[in-house]
Structures are given as C-alpha cells and as structure tokens.
C-alpha cells in the first residue's frame, strides 16, 4: 500500500519535528531506534491532508499524543476526521494524552507492544509441526 500525502505539509512536518511537545520527546525515546520489537516508527509523518505524531508503515499503525488543547470541540473533531481517514486508509490509530506519557509511561509502553504483538501474531500465526 502506497500512502500519499499533500506536499505543502513536507515543511510543517519538519518543523513540528524540530518543536515536538515534552510528553511527544519522551515518548519518541521509545519509538526510535526500533526498540519497540524492531518495528521502525517515524515521527511527525504527513499522511494524506493531515500529520500523524507517529508512524510505522508495517504495522500501519498511528500514534497520537493528546494534549490539553485536545480537549477544545474544534480539535476534537479535527482529530476524529483525521482518525477517520487513517482508518478508510487501514490504519490503526492509538491515542495517548500528554499525562498518560508522561506519567504512566510504562502502561502507554506495555499497550503499545501489546498492540504490537497481537498484529503480528495476526500476520504471522504460528503453525504447529
């Protein structure tokens, strides 16, 4: 599956990159690197019309960093048209609030290998011999 993405968020994504929020850095800590079983998740990916926080094409999987401004009713359905849209595309979204990663963040790291191990049980089940 190839996912496109509007051009004139090339920019905007590079800066979000450059200004990601406090609870975004920590939880980037725990994506790079392929530390999460391997898997390679990228940061600030345009997607479509909008910009997912974090992406991993193999999993097809989104994750999402909420904060306080999340709670607002614009941002609310901005982010469920978004999420909207990644699930027509086959994504996965999961979202996490600031306060969850930043202070419960082994739960927001133990959902997210959970997630992980359940979709590659689901692709790669094992066969008995």
Same mark, same amino acid.
């Given at each position: +599956? #190839?996912?496109?993405?509007?051009? #004139? ?12 929020? %406090? ?12 530390? @999460?079983?391997? %898997?390679? %998740? #990228?940061?600030?990916?345009? @997607? ?14 989104? @994750? ?10 614009? /941002?609310? +359905? ?13 994504? +996965? ?22 997630? /992980?191990?359940?979709? %590659? ?9």
């Amino acid at each position: +599956m #190839h996912i496109t993405y509007n051009q #004139h968020l090339k920019e905007y994504a590079r800066n979000l990159r450059n200004k990601m929020t %406090f609870a975004e850095r920590n939880l980037w800590q725990m994506l790079k690197g392929r530390q @999460i079983y391997g %898997f390679d %998740f #990228h940061r600030q990916k345009p @997607i479509g019309n909008f910009i997912a926080d974090f992406y991993c094409y193999s999993l097809k999987l989104v @994750i999402e960093v909420d904060g306080i401004t999340h709670e607002d009713k614009k /941002v609310l +359905m901005k982010d469920k048209r978004k999420d909207e849209y990644f699930a027509e595309l086959g994504l +996965m979204v999961m979202r996490f609030t600031d306060d969850e990663v930043l202070g419960n963040s082994d739960l927001v790291e133990r959902r997210i290998k959970e997630y /992980v191990m359940k979709k %590659f049980e689901e692709t790669h089940p094992l066969t008995p011999s």
